[in-house]
Nanobody, 118 residues
């Protein structure tokens, strides 16, 4: 199983980016998923999470600006980021719990850089 994250880049403050994280391999389905970020010198923090049923949870710093969603048919999770701020600059990582047969296990994507200029 592999997770491929994409969609990061360089954007000016106030702009938008959409991150994608696709799971591939021997997969029956995906379960809970989340997006995390880590800025230099900081610990990795949870940005947004979504359950298998579609319930969502957000860090206070991104509420109202970021939206997490999922496409179960494509085994893909998205993070729509609007009204970006310089403090959103970080490497963003996806984490998806993959169901394969009788087992489920969390996997991490490789990280995608988001840089927001002021």
């Amino acid at each position: 199983v592999q997770l491929q994250a994409s969609g990061g880049g360089f954007v000016q403050a106030g702009g938008s980016l959409r991150l994608s994280c696709a799971a591939s391999g021997t997969i029956a389905s995906i379960n809970a998923a989340g997006w995390y970020r880590q800025a230099p010198g900081n610990q990795r923090e949870l940005v947004a999470a979504i359950t298998s049923g579609g319930s969502t949870n957000y860090a206070d710093s991104v509420k109202g600006r970021f939206t997490i969603s999922r496409d179960n048919a494509k085994n893909t999770v998205y993070l729509q980021m609007n009204s970006l701020k310089p403090e959103d600059t970080a490497v963003y990582y996806c984490n998806i719990t993959v169901v394969a047969g009788l087992y489920e296990f969390p996997y991490w994507g490789q990280g995608t850089q988001v840089t927001v200029s002021s």
